[in-house]
């Protein structure tokens, strides 16, 4: 069953969906260059993947297969090995939990560690409970904001054993453990600065936070902050970001056709200067401590966008033709993926299963009817990495929102079945 499971999503996303971020990854992984504007971890697994399988297939098996064995060991705690299987096996095909698993995300890679390290601590076996917490190192590797999903996890199933408080205060110094470890392998891998956060959620809080700042701020003021920067607006420069401001976009800054703000290179590949790092970090600090209302209401508009977000499908064409066939990668998906692949598009579209919004709310309504350990450790972990996106997120995109989905069905489908087992008994 998990087999076959496992093996119609391997049909359906061969030889996995690649996108802009996932392109530039393996580019980095083949150079064994990294920069660190996306975990060099990811791109340093791909690496040592492609000795196995060249391209993108062995990492689409890697984190589905990790997901897809997590989901069984999750529900081994609640089912029967045949019945844990089926219910892994339509989870995992579930079109919402499904989709971004046949894209190679970082993302995907940190659900399917995730799910797996999950799987591993509900064994309660020491062996096992080690392999979880190397995979919730992994999981937190995998995304700069990961270390508030694993947290939750570690803090409430991580046993070893022990009750009372010593219980809590091992598991709380391994979930520091796997952070510092983490962050330090990332740290220790990067070749390359690429300054990620001055290009990205610098320029994007700080168009954003002047375009909600009611009263008006001066053109030498902004011009004086913004000095070194290149700035490409001298004039009406808070008009200008109220008019080019796209809270489902970060990227409208730079690439606005008319009113551009800044222009440098999107791909990270060639750094931007010190004094650009010194006046976005300048401008960045004086808005946010001088209009905190304002970068809050930019920040909540943003994430209104995140979990009113219902476009999950990746795309499956022939994207980046040329740079695929450059890399020597397959162009696209032939017609029977294509077919299925319109199918699934027709059901996002005709559903609001692909809303965020509606997963955040039944997670906080069962995190408050849910006193089981495990269940309380997963809805915890998706709300937990939820709610950091209130501050990183910088663009309207499910897959940021695909860990709340997937732990808020796992705990639907958990708590339904030992309800009905006890209405059962009954």
């Known amino acids: 069953m998990l087999t076959a499971g496992w093996g119609l999503l391997l049909a359906y996303a061969y030889p996995g969906t690649l996108t802009f971020d996932s392109i530039d990854e393996l580019?980095?992984?083949?150079?064994?260059?990294?920069r660190d504007d996306h975990p060099p971890v990811v791109a340093a697994l791909w690496r040592l993947v492609e000795h196995v399988v060249a391209g993108p297939f062995g990492m689409l098996a890697l984190q589905s297969l990790a997901?897809?064995?997590?989901?069984?060991?999750?529900?081994?705690?609640?089912?029967?090995?045949?019945g844990a299987a089926v219910a892994a096996t339509l989870l995992l095909l579930f079109p919402p939990v499904f989709a971004p698993l046949t894209a190679i995300w970082k993302d995907s890679l940190m659900a399917g560690f995730l799910v797996l390290g999950i799987g591993a601590l509900l064994?309660?076996?020491?062996?096992?409970?080690?392999?979880?917490a190397i995979a919730l190192a992994l999981a937190t590797a995998m995304r700069f904001n990961a270390a508030a999903a694993t947290?939750?996890?570690?803090?409430l199933l991580f046993a070893w054993g022990l009750a009372g408080w010593r219980r809590y205060a091992l598991a709380t110094a391994v979930w520091i453990g796997t952070v510092v470890a983490a962050f330090s392998v990332n740290s220790a891998?990067?070749?390359r600065q690429a300054y990620g956060w001055h290009t990205t959620l610098a320029i994007?809080?700080?168009?954003?936070?002047?375009?909600h700042v009611d009263e008006a701020i001066p053109d030498t003021k902004l011009v004086e902050l913004l000095d070194g920067s290149n700035l490409l607006v001298t004039r009406d420069v808070q008009a200008t970001a109220r008019t080019i401001y796209d809270p489902r976009n970060y990227l409208t800054p730079v690439t606005d056709p008319h009113?551009?703000?800044w222009h440098f290179s999107l791909r990270n590949d060639v750094p931007v200067p010190e004094s650009f790092r010194t006046a976005m970090t300048r401008t960045w600090t004086y808005l946010v401590t001088t209009y905190p209302r304002a970068y809050l209401a930019h920040r909540f508009t943003t994430m209104e966008q995140v979990v009113d977000s219902d476009t999950g499908m990746p795309w499956r064409g022939a994207a980046q033709r040329e740079l695929r066939a450059q890399m020597g990668l397959a162009n696209g998906a032939n017609?029977?993926?294509?077919?299925?692949?319109?199918?699934?598009?027709?059901?996002?579209?005709s559903t609001h299963l692909f809303s965020p919004w509606i997963y955040l709310l039944v997670a906080l309504i069962l995190l408050g009817i849910a006193f089981q350990r495990d269940v309380l450790a997963l809805l915890m972990s998706g709300l937990m990495y939820e709610g950091t996106l209130l501050v990183f997120a910088a663009s309207r995109d499910y897959r940021y929102s695909h860990w709340l989905v997937t732990t808020c069905c796992i705990a639907i489908v958990t708590l339904t079945a030992r309800r009905a087992r006890v209405k059962v008994r009954a």
């Open 27 to 34: 580019i980095q992984a083949r150079a064994g260059i990294y």
């Open 67 to 82: 997901f897809v064995v997590g989901l069984y060991l999750i529900f081994r705690r609640t089912f029967t090995a045949r």
């Open 123 to 132: 064994t309660e076996s020491r062996r096992w409970s080690v392999l979880g």
């Open 151 to 155: 947290l939750a996890p570690l803090v």
């Open 189 to 191: 891998l990067a070749d």
């Open 204 to 211: 994007y809080d700080i168009v954003g936070t002047l375009a």
């Open 259 to 261: 009113h551009a703000f």
């Open 335 to 349: 017609d029977g993926q294509m077919a299925v692949y319109r199918k699934l598009v027709k059901f996002e579209r």
